[in-house]
DNA sequence: TAAATAGTGTCTCTCAGACATTATCTT
DNA sequence: AAGATAATGTCTGAGAGACACTATTTA
């Protein structure tokens, strides 16, 4: 942009890169080799080359971070920050994207001599003022935006190895969403649920118990019925109280 | 951003404001007044100004455009636009910001000199290359999302009077999803559902019926349970076929 | 055998959709 | 009265949650 009467400023794409791993869910951190904020934990991303689309931006940081093609890898964008001090720099808008995977290998070191790492999602959702720039926020609505799209998709797969148990697949929405849930209910809706799991026919063996049919993630995108993510009880108060809303 | 080595991109904020009239689904315009794009439809926006954040830009530019205080009128956010070429003049980020109203007067033509006025959605999204720029793709997710949020919060009385039947309230849904509800079900779905609906003891009259009471918006923002837009009928194959996921 | 895990069946309650019925106004 | 619109009631079926029960492995 070269015309002087419009504000200019940098776009960013950052990345909340999460995965499910030591049964706890993580995000993809960097940290930060250089000032503002030299040192400390911030998520991946860099700046938009003048002639890329957002989600190519997205795309290209993300094989810069971890290596990996990302080329089905569930990535969306979530929304964008532009409050004016968010960065001591200057003027700096951040599309933020996320990204949902399977615990693979390990992330290289990117090419900026950053070191990629997980780190528990709990962690560092309780040291609000600990990320560099307004990253907490970031991962905040990144981490509930993975949660809300669990119910009414079948993103759930995503987390999982190509080939995995229904008690796998569980084990992700319930650490994702830190509630535990009824094993039979779960295993009656997920087989129930149209195009969500695909039997490959193998089975597992060897885990003191009865084996598990082995399934992989079918054709839907979306879920139906969604499975529900709160066990949305409300009228408990049956007695004689007058309103009750909330 | 004053720093060499990063790429620079103007910022523009656009908004879809959205309204229910004359029984349909209208979005404010502007007739652009220069090139590009001169003498098309566009969403009303304008660039981010150096001191402000991204929801300040889209209130600012609200009231530019329509004159309206819009402290409360359901604006969010949507998601940002960057493809390389969408803006001709150069390297414009665009975020979409959606809006709901109610029926006011009339939005007075902006400070731009641009005129604004309403325009039914449905008829521009039958003409997809009659739009500026890209706005043609914004109010197409602008109108799907809108349509999402119907369902699970409460966002339908934004687009209703202070005071309204349940009649006018089911209206809106019908109008916004394009589809029939039944009027028995649908008022108890309402009525029943905590927060959402507060009468406020006066009644239509004059209308050759039976009064309708009145209500206003309740202290609700989340829909429980939720209003479902489509009747998901999925399992009609009752017979004796095997596999039935599409 | 017991323990452990996988998977099925059953019961109850909520809620959606279809539609009949009653209520209250205007003409 | 008739017609119109508002509101309630009733029935059926889908689906969620609780939980008993069966199935199949390892130790």
Redesign the interface.
């Known amino acids: 942009?070269?015309?002087p009467d419009?504000?200019?400023?940098?776009?960013a794409v950052d990345l909340a890169v999460l995965t499910v791993r030591d049964r706890c869910l993580h995000v993809l951190v960097v940290v930060r080799a250089k000032r503002p904020h030299q040192g400390r934990l911030a998520l991946p991303g860099g700046?938009?080359?003048?002639?890329?689309?957002?989600d190519q931006?997205a795309h290209r940081e993300l094989a810069e971070e971890t290596g990996l093609d990302a080329a089905d890898l569930n990535v969306h964008?979530l929304?964008?920050?532009?409050?004016?001090d968010r960065d001591p720099?200057?003027?700096?808008?951040s599309?933020c994207y996320v990204a949902l995977m399977p615990d693979l290998p390990l992330p290289i070191a990117g090419g900026d001599a950053r070191a990629a790492d997980w780190a528990p999602v709990e962690q560092l959702l309780a040291e609000p003022d600990q990320r560099a720039f307004d990253h907490h926020l970031l991962l905040t609505d990144a981490v509930e935006h993975a949660r809300d799209r669990l119910s009414h998709t079948t993103l759930a797969t995503t987390f999982c190895p190509p080939e995995f148990t229904i008690a796998q697949l569980r084990e992700v929405y319930e650490i994702v969403w830190g509630t535990q849930l009824d094993p039979s209910n779960f295993h009656r809706k997920v087989t129930g649920a149209?195009?969500f799991l695909v039997p490959t026919g193998g089975r597992t063996a060897g885990t003191g118990g009865r084996p598990a049919t082995l399934h992989r993630a079918?054709?839907?995108t979306r879920l139906?019925p969604a499975i529900l993510r709160e066990p949305?009880s409300?009228q408990h108060t049956k007695g004689a109280t007058g309103h009750?809303?909330?």
Chains 1, 2 share one sequence.
Request: hydrophobic letters at 30%; charged letters at 25%; a negative charge.
């Open positions: 942009m070269t015309r419009v504000p200019c400023s940098a776009v700046f938009l080359e003048p002639d890329e689309d957002l931006a964008q929304r964008s920050y532009g409050a004016p720099r200057g003027r700096v808008v599309v149209p195009g079918g054709p839907a139906h949305h409300e009750e809303y909330r």
